[in-house]
């Protein structure tokens, strides 16, 4: 099975479980096709193999964090943390369109029912201000638009130190001031200026049929993914760090035709879920 690393701190939680499971021998057959320089080298560290994307790559699954995720769409914004060196949306988007099945992870503050805030959008670096203000004439008295700095806070137009990805295109972030209608449309809209690249919505997740070894595999990482979470707000909480409401267990797990999980750990949307779900809620 071919699978798709993502990136962020949930999926690499997922990647050191694929780990721990290979080395026990509970699964096997395993190759990580990592969405950035992260996520492969959470792979290389927790022995999961490790091969590139190629256009003609099958990937079964692939997971990964998600920004924000639209209740009703199930529509996913990603790429709003500041970037590092060696992550792309565009390696990241490629590997999770290539996907016959997409889990998305988020916690449940990300998990809304409207969405504002920021889109980041890639464009190509020259004539940068032309493509910007297009945009900003696209959703003129609904959206600002940055260029994002590469140092610190640069104002609207990044600076003289603009961020720059690994392919040479700039980053605008479109900071949304009003709640987004559609999130779908403004994927839409983007992808027809010219000079945009790429963008951080994903609004078209894959629908194909699971096979049950892919389902069964899913399932294990969310409910993994469910268990390290309670670890980990415990801990926090000890800590006199969290924020959380009562009986609120954060990181909710997966996405699109999988339904989706949120909240308390035994709270699942869908029937399919239920019947994999032995966890209940512990203090």
């Known amino acids: 099975m071919v699978i798709g690393l993502g990136t962020g701190r949930a999926s690499g939680f997922a990647i050191q479980y694929l780990g721990g499971q290979l080395r026990s021998g509970a699964i096997k057959d395993i190759i990580g096709i990592p969405t950035s320089v992260d996520s492969a080298s959470e792979a290389a560290k927790a022995g999961v193999p490790l091969d590139q994307y190629r256009d ?6 692939a997971f990964d964090d998600a920004d924000v995720i639209e209740e009703e769409s199930l529509a996913a914004v990603i790429g709003r943390q500041k970037m590092q060196g060696g992550e792309s949306i565009i390696q990241e988007k490629t590997i999770l369109r290539a996907a016959g099945k997409l889990i998305l992870i988020a916690t449940a503050k990300q998990y809304q029912g409207v969405i504002d805030g920021s889109i980041p959008v890639l464009i190509k670096s020259i004539n940068w201000l032309e493509t910007a203000e297009e945009i900003d004439d696209l959703f003129l008295g609904d959206a600002e638009v ?19 990805t690994k392919e040479g295109h700039n980053v605008l972030d479109v900071i949304f001031t009003s709640p987004i209608q559609d999130l779908a ?27 049950p070894a892919m389902e069964l595999l899913a399932v294990a990482l969310s409910l993994l993914l469910v268990a390290l979470s309670l670890v980990f707000i415990f801990r926090r909480r000890n800590d006199g760090d969290a924020k959380l409401p009562p009986g ?18 035994e709270k699942f949307v869908g029937d399919r879920m239920k019947k994999y779900s032995p966890i209940s809620s512990r203090p």
């Open 185 to 211: 449309e403004v994927a839409d809209c983007l992808d027809e200026v010219v000079g945009v690249v790429e963008h951080g919505v994903i609004s078209r997740i894959p629908k194909d049929n699971w096979s």
């Open 248 to 265: 609120s267990f954060g990181w909710p797990i997966l996405g699109e035709s999988v339904e989706f999980l949120f909240g308390k750990p």
């Open 146 to 164: 940055w260029r994002r700095a590469s140092i610190g806070y640069a104002g609207p137009l990044g600076g003289d130190f603009p961020l720059v």
């Open 56 to 61: 003609s790559s099958k990937i079964d699954l």
